[in-house]
C-alpha cells in the first residue's frame, strides 16, 4: 500500500508557474508508474502526465499540457513533480497525484492509489 499527499497548489496569473509534489509514503517507491490527473469544476478527471517507474525513462503527457509541463521523479525523496510553467486559465483544477504497478498508462481506472488532490487557479 502506498499513501500520497499533494502539495504546491495555489493562485498563479497566467503565464506563471508553479511546481506541484507528490509525497509517497512505503519503500517501494520507486516500483510504481506514477501519474497526474486534474478535475475542473463541472468536467471528468483528466489524465495529465505519467512517469514509469524505476529511473522514470518512459514520460506521457496529455497534448494541452505537452511543451509546458514537465514530469519528474526522485526515488531517494519517494516524491514524484509536475512543473507546470506558461499556465493558463484553463489549466485551473483540482489536481491529484496516483500510482499504479505496472506499465505506463494514461487510463485513470488502471491508477489504484490516489491523493486527496491540490487546487490550482490560474487567473486571466
Known amino acids: 500500500q502506498v499513501q500520497l499527499v499533494e502539495s504546491g497548489g495555489g493562485l498563479v496569473q497566467a503565464g506563471g508557474s508553479l511546481r506541484l509534489s507528490c509525497a509517497a509514503s512505503?519503500?517501494?517507491?520507486?516500483?510504481?508508474?506514477m501519474g497526474w490527473f486534474r478535475q475542473a469544476p463541472g468536467k471528468e478527471r483528466e489524465f495529465v502526465a505519467a512517469?514509469?517507474?524505476?529511473?522514470?525513462?518512459?514520460?506521457y503527457y496529455a497534448d494541452s499540457v505537452k511543451g509546458r509541463f514537465t514530469i519528474s521523479r526522485d526515488n531517494v525523496k519517494n516524491t514524484v513533480y509536475l512543473q507546470m510553467n506558461s499556465l493558463k486559465p484553463e489549466d485551473t483544477a483540482a489536481y491529484y497525484c496516483?500510482?499504479?504497478?505496472?506499465?505506463?498508462?494514461?487510463?485513470?481506472?488502471?491508477?489504484?492509489?490516489w491523493g486527496q488532490g491540490t487546487q490550482v487557479t490560474v487567473s486571466s
Open positions: 512505503g519503500r517501494t517507491f520507486s516500483s510504481y508508474t
Open positions: 496516483a500510482a499504479r504497478l505496472g506499465t505506463t498508462t494514461t487510463r485513470e481506472g488502471l491508477y489504484l492509489h
Open positions: 512517469v514509469s517507474s524505476g529511473s522514470g525513462g518512459n514520460v
